[in-house]
């Protein structure tokens, strides 16, 4: 019996040894050589190299973000607007005027490991705020020169401030190609990127997205494709100060025209096919050519004996109200139809636009009725869509008025017939 006795205190004895061993605080495994982890909130994946979308919100509310980092006792949180640093620690709350922005989150740890996050954060205008779109290239400017903004509500305008620069020779025009508003650009405004203010009668300033002020040759727009042996018209800025273009080997020094915004010269006699573009300007660096929303120093073009029926950049979104310009694509006669034989196959040339969701192309007759054969054509990446234009299509476009490119979210760039 006094041996059971002492085998239960044993046991109890042990067992009261475990319950202390649990009862004590548990080791810290975190440490400041740990890699650093954005654990909350996960952002959305981009698509086609863009950024993603992570917030959406009206100039009238806040952005507000709180991240959960680790190593949280060891990290640093510093939040970025366009590359500017604006905030540091867990939680953002700040106003921001109407505009799309470059937001990035950063973590860094006391050893400086770092990892980060980033996207777009776009912040809606509200109703009747003047606000500035994009419909073509006029977002890059040329100090000293003319520019124009597109947009809604422009008329009560007084000033729009760039860079610190308030600029007050304001002219608002509304005619065929959309209310606008003509400036000169200051001279003495830096090369670089810049948001641009809106201000009205009583001082009130509105966001309206960001210009590119450069010195440089930027050719814009007429570049990437060509008949060969025809005219051919190239836009941009700083264009009286090119030298030369390269194409297949064959350098031209000759141009039949030439002014700040646009160069035309006879293309070579080149068979049908794709072609890298090259330029020198008369202080003999590169050319710089805009596309798919990058400035590189060659551009792609493609040489075709198609006829082309619209070159630009013609925004496209069913949001406007009817009316407006942008409501639809309606840039083709019915007249230039008319003298269409059926089988042949139209061409839309169309870079989308990021940002925009729930992207759709479809051609339509003047009234809005679907061309024969065709539907409506989701959008996810820049491209093509060709349209065999059957009689029975030729004939509803003269029956109803024309001919329109409806939907949302992309830019017309090109409409070649073959």
């Known amino acids: 019996m006094k041996k059971l006795q002492y085998m239960l205190m044993a046991v109890l004895a042990l067992s009261l040894s475990f319950t202390a061993c649990t009862e004590k605080d548990p080791f810290e495994t975190i440490t400041t050589e740990d890699e650093p982890r954005i654990l909350d909130p996960i952002f959305a994946n981009g698509q086609n190299g863009q950024l993603p979308l992570i917030a959406e919100i009206n100039r009238d509310a806040n952005l507000t973000m709180e991240l959960v980092v680790t190593p949280s006792a060891y990290s640093t949180v510093t939040w970025l607007i366009d590359g500017y640093e604006v905030h540091k620690g867990t939680a953002l709350n700040m106003n921001l005027k109407a505009g799309t922005y470059l937001f ?95 201000v009205d009668e009583g001082g009130n300033d509105y966001g309206a997205n960001t210009v590119t002020v450069t010195r440089s040759v930027l050719v814009t727009e007429g570049a990437n494709r060509a008949n060969p042996n025809s005219e051919w018209r190239i836009a941009g800025l700083n264009m009286d100060q090119i030298a030369s273009l390269t194409i297949a080997g064959e350098t031209i020094t000759n141009f039949t025209g030439q002014t700040a915004t646009e160069l035309v010269l006879t293309s070579p006699k080149l068979e049908a096919g794709t072609y890298t573009l090259t330029g020198k300007t008369s202080g003999n660096t590169d050319v710089q050519f805009y596309t798919a929303g990058s400035v590189k120093a060659e551009l792609t073009v493609t040489i075709s004996s198609e006829t082309v029926l619209f070159d630009g950049h013609h925004y496209v979104s069913w949001v406007f109200a009817d009316g407006n310009p942008n409501k639809t694509f309606n840039l083709i006669g019915k007249d230039v139809f008319a003298t269409i034989s059926a089988g042949s196959t139209l061409s839309i040339h169309y870079s989308i636009k990021p940002e925009d969701a729930g992207r759709e192309l479809q051609t339509t007759s003047g009234s809005w009725t679907k061309l024969p054969g065709t539907d409506a054509v989701i959008l996810n990446e820049d491209g093509v869509v060709d349209v065999v234009l059957t009689q029975e299509a030729l004939d509803l476009i003269q029956a109803q008025d024309g001919f329109l490119y409806v939907g949302h979210g992309y830019y017309v760039d090109k409409v070649t017939l073959k």
């Open 104 to 198: 990035k989150v950063l973590v860094t740890t006391n050893a400086g490991k770092s990892t980060y996050r980033e996207g777009n954060v776009k912040v809606n205008p509200l109703a009747g705020d003047p606000w500035a779109t994009v419909k073509g290239f006029e977002r890059f400017i040329m100090p000293g020169n003319k520019a124009v903004l597109y947009g809604d509500n422009l008329n009560v305008v007084k000033n729009i401030v760039m860079d610190g620069k308030t600029i007050s020779d304001l002219t608002y025009i509304e005619d065929a190609k959309g209310n606008h508003i003509e400036y000169t650009v200051p001279a003495d405004l830096s090369e670089g990127v810049h948001r641009v203010l809106l």
